[in-house]
Nanobody
């Protein structure tokens, strides 16, 4: 499965961005899709994840209440709407896929996109 992210950019703190991840094929219902991010000098960290079948989204504590993950089955696309952005949200954002539950460990995901840069200025 190929994953292609888009929607990154540079914004001021407090503003919003919406990322997209287009998949080359429709995932099976047993698949989980997730968003991760990696800031310079830091490990890749889990942001949000969802079963393709549509169970509630799982979020990292650092983004709860500000970020919203959603999916469009007709377009084989997942989204990450990011509101009230902070400078600490600056990172390369990746979408990822695996068979099984939306766990938080990056090593558990097999499929990865190329990433899209998000920069938040203060």
């Amino acid at each position: 499965v190929q994953l292609v992210e888009s929607g990154g950019g540079t914004v001021q703190a407090g503003n919003s961005l919406k990322l997209s991840c287009k998949m080359s094929e429709r995932p099976f219902s047993s698949r989980a899709m997730a968003w991760f991010r990696q800031a310079p000098g830091k490990e890749r960290e889990f942001v949000a994840g969802i079963w393709w079948a549509g169970n509630p989204v799982r979020y990292a504590d650092s983004v709860k209440g500000r970020f919203a993950m959603s999916k469009d089955g007709a377009k084989n696309t997942i989204y990450l709407e990011m509101n009230n952005l902070k400078p600490e949200d600056t990172a390369v954002y990746y979408c990822a896929g695996r068979t099984g539950s939306p766990v938080t460990g990056a090593a558990d995901y097999r499929d990865w996109g190329q990433g899209t840069q998000v920069t938040v200025s203060s």
